[in-house]
């Protein structure tokens, strides 16, 4: 039996007319929270179709011709063939998450495996793993990094501390303590998983005994108690890269979690922090700058804020207020292309409260003398 699929704006949490932002915003909360490292181990499973389903959602929204076709069509308009491509725009480089590299349509069976096996599930492939068991190679780890809007211009360097599993040096991973011997997992009979039938499909999940290794062991090594893993604090260097935006994810390649035969990726979720004084729009930054009357009339040279310090521009006689103002390649160099973009000075005209009496004629005088009264 078919399921139908939920709502994607019912799966974010968010409006049909929630913007990009608020879309990035709600699909960062959520990814923080129903990850499946951060859940208790009984809510995995679950947690892991959540992730997907909100990645699923996230991959459409955030996607200006995708929610088009979406809201159009529903979930007709929109290819059924989600890739997590589509999740994580970034850069050429290596360190953006861009999902699965190099895989071409040979690959099909083994990701269509691998979709399952992440569930814990294998379909019609039971067979094949007999003798073999289930190592698992590595966990990722997801964090959330905050950067400056100068440190996501310019780029920077990092340093971050957090907790991730690190294979046991005493057992080596094996979970026995040393000088002692593994026995084959009573249960599934050495092959990781233990099977079952619905109807025409034959399923396969990991053995709830031996966690889909193929084998169990009494003695407990020592240091990790039958883990093979411990959990120690660490510190790495990060390098951001300039052009980074909320929802951009970087990509630290072993950084991740230990488990079974090698350690994950670590992921950073990058927040850009609010500004006192720019807003950033696309590659291009905004901000605001108070003139007083007589330099928007007469024309003047202003010093304004850029995110690498003042520079002088010059106002034009007669400016109008809220006049906008480009400053070419003040902006944002471009994640892909690294084009800087421009800063937007938009002017404030500031009119003075009080005038004098002296004041006040000469100004009655000007204004005489132009028609205006």
């Known amino acids: 039996m078919s399921t139908q699929k939920r709502d994607y704006y019912e799966i974010l949490g968010v409006k049909k007319t929630a913007s990009v932002e608020d879309i990035k915003r709600a699909y960062r909360q ?46 007709a308009g ?37 979709f399952f096996s992440d569930l814990g599930f294998d379909v019609f492939g039971a067979s094949s793993r007999q003798g073999q068991g289930r190592r698992r190679h590595g966990e990722d ?41 593994k026995e084959t997992c009573s249960t599934c009979r050495g092959r990781g998983v233990v099977s079952s039938r619905m109807g025409p499909l034959s399923f396969s999940q990991t053995c709830p005994d031996c ?32 052009g980074v935006d909320d929802g951009s994810v970087l990509r630290l390649k072993g950084e991740g979690n230990f488990a079974g035969a090698g350690y994950g990726d670590l992921y950073l979720h990058i927040v850009v922090k609010p500004h006192i004084l720019f807003q950033r729009q696309g590659d291009d930054v905004r901000c605001k700058v108070k003139i007083n009357v007589f330099k928007a009339m007469l024309g003047a040279e202003i010093e304004v804020p850029t995110l690498s310090g003042n520079v002088k521009m010059n106002i034009p006689t007669g400016t109008q207020p809220n006049a906008v103002f480009r400053l070419k390649g003040k902006g944002i160099a471009n994640l892909r292309t690294k084009r800087l973009g421009d800063e937007l000075v938009e002017v404030e005209i500031e009119i003075p409260k009080r005038v004098s009496a002296n004041e006040r004629n000469v100004l009655l005088e000007i204004a005489k003398e132009r028609g205006e009264i």
């Open 30 to 75: 959520l990814v923080m929270q129903y990850h499946p490292d951060r859940v208790a181990p009984e809510k995995k499973k679950e947690a892991e179709e959540k992730f997907k389903e909100l990645s699923e959602a996230y991959a459409v929204l955030s996607d200006p011709s995708k929610k088009q076709l979406y809201d159009q069509y529903g979930h």
């Open 141 to 181: 780890v997801q964090l959330e990094m905050s950067v400056a809007l100068e440190e996501a211009a310019f780029g920077a360097e990092k340093e971050i501390s957090f907790y991730h599993y690190e294979n046991c040096s005493q057992c080596n991973g094996s979970g026995v303590q040393p000088g002692s011997k």
């Open 211 to 242: 966690q889909g290794e193929g084998a169990t062991f009494k003695n407990r090594c020592s240091k990790c108690s039958g883990q093979g893993r411990i959990k120690v604090k660490k510190q790495v260097k990060v390098t951001i890269p300039q």
């Open 78 to 114: 929109v290819d059924s063939r989600y890739s997590t491509d589509d999740i994580f725009k970034g850069a050429d480089f290596s360190d953006i998450f861009r999902g699965r590299q190099g895989a071409g349509q040979g690959d099909f069976g083994s990701i269509f495996e691998e």
